[in-house]
Each structure stands twice: as structure tokens, then as C-alpha cells.
């Protein structure tokens, strides 16, 4: 059979170059593992897959310590090999927590030995996948010497999938959870998707959309939820799940959910009661309250803290989480969107349980192609705060372009706050360096469906990978995140490396330059959010259409978030209010974010504002001319099924780039009444 994609970035392909596989085949052939647990029995079988694939090798397991030959590879814990102790000190194996690992070679007189340590049974798988990387990537196992512990607690996917498995948001097919079948079959692509998971750090899931009823509480749920939490507790995932508000009246009956009411507080602690003695180790609730027609604690005028802790409380005696989503927005009010959230949360910093963490997404609007980072990143020093990133491409392309979203969590990631004066990073505040809270995590709202490749786009395979491996540590380079990927996942071939890298890292900014340059947002089609519509106006909602958004008119274009404006930008550190509210020193990609800017507005580069709308459309044109081309070029280095569908969707792109650059150039025109610069193609 063809290479659809099943195995992402898991392809483990024969190494070929045979000094190198002889000298792994050589090092790893006697593998020191003690079998005694569910999770290492993982490892062996995830070890017996990738050897016997890379290298044709099936590797011989023992545990005891006086085996006649003296082991390539050690996988162990202290617990499990106490002389362990003698060559790691305790402070060391303190450092590494419950799901950091250790890797090292060590010399065992003439014999050199690998060692994977760490405290928990966990960790070592994560070290295994640290190790099988090595070999994937066809890196030297000499001199190995790295630890590495997860810098954020919580590394969770959310599905928007619902019961009866369409997935809100989903551009790859059906909801891969078959609540058909559970409990009773277990279908092989649960396993596949804990070992992807665990491969990159990924501990937890939440099954079911945050837009889902309340049906996902019933015992007839439950019982599939178990069966689920069963299958993926050996790799380290924990399961939580979606907690509509208003449950207790559509399944406790009661005539209402206002947190106060001890009623209400009664029928969630019973339904937690209830939920942990199908899952003993369930991890929680994640809540989208007031927002988009969900229920919540302000139809009974409670505050958010009220509606979170009255859960948080429910589930503390359990070590059970909640997440509560700060996407809080309504139409009912004349202000700003980008400001809703913050007015809404600020003034309750401070006042959430300890076992509450608000999810944030990282911008203010809707995940759009390029957001500044959200406000509240910085504004609630006493509160947890975990990042939302959308690893779905809802306004990205979808399930056709191609668009590596790394690059743009880093730029997050990496932004600073100013919070507490210099270098007080959005990553730093996601690994609670302001909070001092251990509760920290990163949330990634998923792409995967019933698609043989999971994705629909193999490209949307390394957005997938990249969410983990920056949820684990948000100081990684997407750079080095792409070289690695797709050395996994196609070719350890340099030259196609470098290209296919290329490729994904010029990515984004195309698709920013060809939807939504300079700053421009929420300007797509009405309601799918696929190509563009800036002129989608009247709506029953003025804060989802795209005319509220880019604000143009016969004498400019863009939204004013300064001073003068929303003062949207008074929500952010006055060394980020003085650098964005001047024109002149706002970052171009944030431009038309926050000032609304005449036509003829001169740019640092000396051209008109009109002008320089138009060359960036043009400019995500070529570029997506430039991916296509570059792929071409790798048609004899990439399988063929592989090769070919990644050929078919970026021509599409390109056909797309096209289609957005006209549509958006033709509809500004009519208010700048200008002509297009001579580098500009023109519009079919
Ligand atoms: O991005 C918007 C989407 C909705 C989604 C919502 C949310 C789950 O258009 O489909 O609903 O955000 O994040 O709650």
C-alpha cells in the first residue's frame, strides 16, 4: 500500500546507511528494562516497532544485573535499578520531577552504555522517544548527555468533537472517537494516537467540544470515557472533558445553575462523585461560559470566579482541574471585542481557586493568521493562565493550505509583556514565573479526524508535533521544530531537509501577506471562515462581520485601538502602549490593528499604505508560487502518494493566494480609489 501519512512523524524508515545502522544495531541490541508495568511494557513494544523497522533488529530484553553481556541501553529508575544512585546524584534526579527524563552515555570500562532515566515509568517512555529521535534523525549516540523536564504541567489537546462525531472546526474527516462502539471495541487508532501524544509530551485530552450539551455527563458517556482513559493512561494522557454550565438543568432537572445555590453546588459534587468512579483519575473540566450562546455564571449576574471555583470545589478533593476559557465576548455592548475578556477578568485576579487555571487564547479576537498577544498575558499576576493555541486552521486555509503554525506561537511565545518591567515574557507567564503557581499548561485545539493521514494536510501533521514540542519547552526554535519533523516524517536527506524547512517556514507570512497583511483581521468568508470576504456587513452580529473589523472607508482603513479609539491598547504595559500607539513605531504586522490610517499614509519604505496593501497581497502570491515550486522540486526524493498530495493542495494555495489577493485588492479599491502598483498582476 501506498504512504498515506498514518504513521506521522512515527514512519521509523529503514536507515539505510549501513555503518550507520550497524553501529546502532551494535549499541542497542541488549536493551537493561525491567518489564513491570503497563507503561513499560509500552516502551519494549514502542523499542520492538522501531528497531525492527529502522534496523531490522529485535533487540534482547533482561532486567537483571549480572547478565553475561552488559547492556547497550539501560531504560530504568532509580526504583528499578538502585545502582542508579551511585553515578546520578539526588539533587539530579530532584531536577527532573515526575516527567523529565535523563540521557546520557556513559562509559562502562571498554563498553559504552546509553542510559534513559528518570523517576517515573513515564518519564522513561519519554526518554525512549527521545532516544528514537536520535536514530530517526540519524544522529550520533556518542557523548549524549541531556536532560530535559516539561516546562508547562497541563499539555492538553481539545477536540471540538462532538457526540455524534462532526467536529466544529474540523477540516480531516469525522471525530476519530467512535461512541458508537466504545466501550466494547477499541479501535487500533486510539493507540496510535497515545503514542503520538506521549512522543512528543502530550499528557492530557479533552474529548468533546466546549460547544457540546451536556450529554457528555451521562453515565452512557462515562462508560466510553473510561474505556478511552483506560487505553491511554499507559502513556501518560489523562482525560477531561467538557462541562456545560447549565447541566444541572438539563440533566439534574433543577430549575437553575446559579453557582450559589447549594442545590447546584450539591448536583456537581455528586456528578463529580459519579464521574471518578468510572475514571480515578479523571483530570477535569473545561468550561466555555458567557460566550457565543453558552451558558453561564453571568445569566444569574455571578462573576466568572463564582461559576469556576463552584467546580474548582467540586472537584478538589479528586486533584481534579477545572480549565475555564477567558473567551468571553458578547455583542450587547457597544465596546471593543478585543477588550472584553480583560474587562471581564482583570478585576477578579486573584480571586479563583488554586485548582483553576484560565485558558486564554493567544490573541484577543479569534485566532486569526497574525494576532498580537492577548492582554491578559501579564495583567493577572495572581492568577494561572494557560495559553490556547489553534492548531486547526480555522482561518488558516483549513485542510488545504499549507501553513507550518509554529512560527507564529513562537512570535507569541517570545513577545514580551513588560509585565514586571523587561523580559517578562508570554511564555515565561505560561510557565507561572509571575503566578508561582505549579498549575501551568498549554491547550492546542486539535486537527485530527477520521482522515488515513489524520490531518487532511500532512502539512497539518507538524502543527500537531510542533503544539506539543513547544507545550513541553516554549523556548524551542520552529526552525529546528520543522528540520526535525520533517526528517521524521519524509527524508533524512540534507537537501530535501533544507528545502522542505524553507517551505514550511516561509509558510505563514504567506498566508498572513495573502489574507490578512499589515494587521488586517477577521476579514474571511461569513460564518465557514474559509477565503476571503472583507465585504461580509449586516449580520446579526456587527462583532462577526469583517466591516466592523477593517474599518475602511473613503479616507483610510484600519481599526483604532489607541487612545483616541477603543483604547484597546491601554489594556497592555505602557512600554507596549508607547511603542504600538505611535504609527511610526508600532511593528508593521500589527499596523492596521490598532490605528486607522489614511490611504495615502506613507510607509517606511516610502510608499504609500495603499501601496504597500497591495505589494504584501502580491507578495503572499509569490511566495506561495515559491512553496509549490520548491516541492516540485523534491519529486523524486518524496514517495509518490505523499509527494502528489502535498503537490494537489498547493496548487490549490496558489490558485487561493490568487483568489484572496483579487477579492481583497478589488473591495479596498472601491474606498481608495487608486490604482495597483505595476508589480501588482492583475486581477483576472
Ligand atoms: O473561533 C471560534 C469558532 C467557534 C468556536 C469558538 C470558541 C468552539 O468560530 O467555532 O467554538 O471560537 O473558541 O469557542
Redesign the pocket.
Known sequence: LANDGYRLWLQYAPIEKSDLAEGYKQQLQQIYLSNTSATMQVIQDELDLALGKMLALSPRYSSSNNSSTAPGLIIASPSQRPSLNEMITSEEYAALGEEGYLLRTISNGKKTQILITGNTDIALLYGTYELLRKLQTHSSLEKINLQSSPKTAIRVLNH?DNPDRTV??GYAGASIWDWHRLPDYIHPQYLDYARANASIGINGTVLT???ANAQVLTPYFLRKVAKLAEVFRPYGIKVYLTARFSAPMELGGLSTADPTQPEVQEWWDNKVNEIYEYIPDFGGFLV?AD??GQPGPQNYDRSQAQGANMLAQALKAHQGIVMW?A?VYTNETPDDRAKQAYNEFKPLDGDFDDNVIVQV?NGAI??QPREPFHPMFGAMPQTPLMMEF?ITQ?YLGQGTHLVYLAPMYEEVLDTDTYAEGPGTTVAGIIEGRQSGSLLTGMAG?SNIGTDRNWTGHLFGQANWYAFGKLAWDPSLSSEEIAEEWSQMTFTNDPSSTETITRIMMLSHEAAVNYMTPLGLHHIMGWSH?YGPGPWVTDKHRDDWTSTYYHQADRLGIGFDRTVKGSNALGQYAPEIQKLYGNPATCPEKYLLWFHHLPWEYVMPSGRSLWEEIALHYQKGVDQSREMLYAWQSLSTEIDPARYHQVESFLRIQEKEAIWWKDACLLYFQQFSQRPFPKEVEKPE
Open positions: 471540538w466544529e472546526r467540544n466546549v460547544n466555555k460566550s457565543e476559557r473567551f487564547k479569534d485566532f489553534q480555522e485545539v471562515h
